[in-house]
């Protein structure tokens, strides 16, 4: 039994996954750190009833950043992010 909830984070809305899902069908989600290729394509099937046809998976290092008051830097935090492909003609309403 696939427990979504533990797989997908969120669905990651940029400029660039934006046009991806409106050109391609490619949709950008962001997953929990231990979740692999066969979980997220289930997950997605169940949680928004589409086939998935590919997910390609990724692990994304925090960006730097620096602390306004004091002036230290630090990173964000690290995450892991999917792009999961849908069969031709196939969408996943946003709202």
């Known amino acids: 039994m696939i ?3 533990k797989i997908l984070k969120s669905l990651r809305l940029t400029e660039k996954s934006n046009l991806q899902s409106a050109e391609i069908g490619q949709y950008t989600f962001e997953v929990f750190k231990d979740a692999n290729k066969f ?3 289930a997950a997605v099937e ?4 589409v086939p998935v046809t590919r997910v390609n998976v990724m692990n994304q290092r925090g960006k730097p950043a620096r ?3 004091t002036g230290r830097s630090n990173y964000k935090s690290d995450y ?3 792009i999961v492909t849908l069969k031709t003609g196939d969408t996943i309403e946003i709202v």
């Open 39 to 41: 979980a997220i394509k």
């Open 46 to 49: 169940k949680v928004f009833d």
């Open 67 to 69: 602390n306004r008051k």
């Open 80 to 82: 892991k992010k999917a």
């Open 3 to 5: 427990q979504a909830d």
